[in-house]
């Protein structure tokens, strides 16, 4: 079993920034990779970024490439994102999950995932 808490949400103005976290606790040494999403109202969920636990390897969506970092602090078990130059359509709930493997923006493949802290960006 692994757990995973989101935390670093928030109401942001559009150009801002936030840092989101996500501690993962349990069984950590088996998964190899940890992943964001987002869900905003009425729309499916979509792949944010993607990091690998060892070499550090990460992967991006279109929407967010050049505007947001993934990274990871393994001492501590916790994978970040931090988000610059915040647009209104950023606004979802954002959602960190886990997977035993790479498999990139694939949903399918993470099989633990946190409850998600809400970002809101205000025009």
């Known amino acids: 079993q692994v757990q995973l808490v989101e935390s670093g949400g928030g109401l942001v103005q559009a150009g801002g920034s936030l840092r989101l976290s996500c501690a993962a606790s349990?069984?950590?040494?088996?998964?190899?990779?940890m992943g964001w999403f987002r869900q905003a109202p009425g729309k499916e969920r979509e792949f944010v970024a993607a990091i690998m636990w060892s070499g550090g390897g990460t992967y991006y969506a279109d929407s967010v490439k050049g505007r947001c970092t993934i990274s990871r602090d393994n001492a501590k078990n916790t994978v970040y994102l931090q988000m610059n130059s915040l647009k209104p359509e950023d606004t979802a709930v954002y959602y960190c999950?886990?997977?035993?493997?790479?498999?990139?923006?694939?949903?399918?493949?993470?099989?633990?995932w946190g409850q998600g802290t809400q970002v809101t960006v205000s025009s």
């Open positions: 999950a886990t997977a035993p493997r790479w498999v990139g923006a694939d949903a399918s493949g993470y099989d633990y």
């Open positions: 349990g069984r950590t040494f088996s998964r190899d990779a």
